[in-house]
């Protein structure tokens, strides 16, 4: 089975451009998650799919994060214009809805960011 | 802050001997995760643990859950090189009702010296 594929791996930009990741999840998942690891913290979650519907954006700065799922499958976050705090991995995972409620969560491999 | 931390922040043991991450939440959770990230990896998946679960095991695994006092310990019995990385534990999001997104710790990195 694959795994979630995420790219690019790495990113290196100035701040106040503009930066996109593409995140393709396990085939057959309906949840999809986009979080932000900043070095040395744990990953924060910054927003969640069900299907192309979004669950919880909460913790997206909405003024310069866009994300984006539209037919279900892939995403895209997009970040406009960066910041230098932006500089993090950021994770995607996916999670099955079927049986349990309480489902493990698959991560990619993620895409490192630096802006500088 | 983030619902689960972890302690200690870092820890450095001999090969074969054993390593004890400690895990505090603060809201009521139905079950709690515990993930490990190599360095410059993804997270991956180790163990879930239920609230009406005191202990689990798997392999080498040990995770005991405490509700009453909102904690959680992963054991890692004859720890090897390999298992060098860092180490989160995960609660479900209090915002979500769909008890799926997660809320993660600062983890834990440990260093298992051959």
């Known amino acids: 089975e694959a795994g979630v594929a995420q790219s690019p791996r790495y990113k290196i930009i100035e701040k106040r451009q503009s930066v996109a990741f593409w995140c393709n999840p396990i085939s057959g998942h309906a949840t999809l998650y986009w979080y932000q690891q900043i070095l040395g913290q744990g990953p924060k979650l910054l927003i969640q799919?069900?299907?192309?519907?979004?669950?919880?954006d909460s913790q997206l700065p909405k003024d310069r994060f866009s994300a984006e799922r539209l037919k279900g499958v892939d995403s895209t976050l997009k970040i406009q214009p960066a910041k230098l705090e932006d500089s993090a991995v950021y994770l995607c995972a996916s999670s099955s809805t079927s049986g349990s409620s309480y489902n493990e969560q698959f991560f990619g491999p993620g895409t490192r960011l630096t802006v500088l | 802050s983030q619902q689960g931390e972890e302690d200690p922040q870092a820890l450095s043991i001999q090969e074969g001997e054993n390593a004890t991450m400690n895990c505090s939440y603060k809201?009521?959770?139905?079950?709690l995760q515990w993930y490990r990230q190599n360095s410059g990896r993804g997270l991956v998946h180790l163990i879930l643990i239920r609230s009406n679960e005191r202990e689990k095991h798997s392999g080498r695994l040990r995770v005991t859950l405490d509700t009453s006092k909102k904690s959680s310990s992963l054991l890692i019995t004859a720890s090897r090189a390999a298992d060098t990385a860092s180490y989160f534990c995960?609660?479900?999001?209090?915002?979500?009702?769909?008890?799926?997104?997660?809320?993660f710790g600062s983890g834990t990195r440990l260093q298992v010296q051959p």
């Open positions: 799919f069900q299907n192309n519907g979004v669950v919880d």
């Open positions: 809201t009521s959770i139905n079950n």
């Open positions: 995960a609660v479900p999001h209090p915002m979500d009702t769909g008890r799926r997104a997660l809320t």
